[in-house]
């Protein structure tokens, strides 16, 4: 989670709790909401799964006193989404982690007793924002472009053998018009004179002074007098590129594919984000999976079980036989080896196969008679422990033996 997530989204509103709400309180509508809102409860319903997640991460902001406490200091310090980088020009949003040299991220990955903003703990970024610390003149430098998330669907076969694919995404990119620095060709952008280029402007409050974005340049440092009329000063605009996409061979339903530096592009020559695939995998008409094996369900005749027989089964690439073995029971699930999803270490793993005995709904006379004459040579079913309890269920009591009618 980004510090710009922390600015702009309001946990306290997502959670519908006010700001001053217990552990107790945002814990109990934290429980309402996720029950409400639960995939499971609301199949197919992407705005209540949008909903779910951002209820989900509300609460592990809020429900940690660290987390909690961080949030609000940063909220109350710079106000949700108060400052905007290029707002005017329609361009991205300010991001505070400019004011601590890009590093400065929300929450997540450390442990709570050492988690820290960008490698300095909030009590540093204090002594950066007041003065008497270095920070208070910083100059911005590269920050990192944004992680983009795309989504894909596989049919059954592809995921399995693995496939490439052209991915086309929209997203944010460098102006090829102004290069990104959002001037109309032919002049450059100037130094604000209002902060000399730093971007941040600094204000006297009793004994401290306090280092905020500049308001003329929006904490760029520059001023653009004529625009580009591309990106109308913003220095990004949206385009549409196609990527040719790698799936490894096994690739599974709801698996993630990191693509490094595939993301937006990075901020004053800062490394581009990453680009995360989210695979779907289709379901097959035939073929099931379970881990690296594949499954299957063959129907069988009922003197194929009894006689035994080879059994031909499709694979996904060809054929295999299997040996029934006579006397074979419905549900008994046979082993093809090798013929299921590839491992990353290139081995295979298996197809299984499950035999389903299927029973005829009606015959006519000549199996009925073949079914009788069958049943006169087979020994009957062994239900000796069934019947014997029968029996005993039969038996009159000690009590019933000794009783007679008055």
């Known amino acids: 989670m980004s510090s710009k997530d922390w600015l702009e989204k309001d946990f306290y509103a997502v959670l519908g709790v006010s700001k001053s709400a217990s552990a107790d309180e945002i814990k109990k509508a934290y429980r309402k909401l996720a029950r409400e809102l639960h995939p499971d409860h609301n199949p197919g319903n992407s705005a209540s799964e949008e909903r779910f997640k951002a209820v989900s991460e509300a609460y592990n902001v809020l429900a940690d006193d660290r987390k909690r ?9 710079f106000g949700s989404g108060a400052f905007r980088r290029g707002a005017r020009a329609g361009g991205p ?5 400019d004011l601590f040299g890009g590093g400065f991220s929300g929450a997540g990955g450390q442990t709570a007793g050492d988690r820290r903003f960008g490698g300095a703990g909030f009590s540093d970024i204090f002594s950066s924002i007041f003065s008497g610390g270095a920070g208070g003149t910083r100059t ?5 472009g944004r992680d983009v998330e795309a989504e894909v669907v596989l049919d059954f076969g592809s995921a399995v053998r693995g496939t490439t694919l052209p991915l086309s995404l929209r997203a944010p990119g460098v102006c090829d018009t102004c290069h990104g620095n959002g001037a109309k060709p032919g002049t450059t952008p100037r130094t604000c004179p209002t902060c000399s280029g730093s971007g941040l402007t600094t204000r006297n409050q009793g004994s401290f002074s306090f280092s905020e974005p500049c308001r003329d340049c929006q ?21 549409t590129r196609t990527l040719n996409v790698r799936f490894p061979a096994g690739v599974s339903d709801g698996q993630r594919i990191r693509l490094a530096g595939r993301g937006e592009p990075g901020d004053r020559g800062g490394p581009a984000g990453d680009l995360y695939v989210l695979v779907k995998v ?9 881990g690296d094996d594949l499954t299957l369900t063959v129907p069988i005749t009922f003197a194929e079980a009894v006689l035994g027989t080879d059994l031909k089964v499709p694979t996904l690439d060809g054929s295999v036989t299997l040996r029934v073995q006579p006397g074979t029971p419905s549900g008994r699930t046979l082993r ?7 491992r990353r270490d290139g081995t295979n793993g298996d197809l299984l196969v499950t035999v389903e005995v299927v ?6 006379e000549a199996a009925q008679a073949a079914l009788r004459t069958f049943a006169e040579h087979t020994p009957g079913a062994d239900r000796e422990r069934i019947d014997s309890r029968l029996r005993r269920n039969e038996e009159p009591t000690g009590g019933e033996r000794g009783w007679t009618k008055s």
């Open 69 to 77: 406490k961080e949030y609000d200091e940063m909220r109350s310090l």
């Open 93 to 97: 949003g300010f991001d505070p982690s």
């Open 140 to 144: 911005r430098g590269p920050a990192r």
């Open 219 to 239: 904490g760029v440092g520059t001023i653009v007098d004529e625009k580009c009329p591309e990106c109308l000063g913003s220095g990004g605009v949206t385009k």
């Open 282 to 290: 289709r379901n097959d008409e035939l073929f099931g999976r379970v």
């Open 336 to 342: 093809a080896r090798g013929k299921g999803v590839t």
């Open 359 to 364: 029973i005829p709904a009606t015959v006519d």
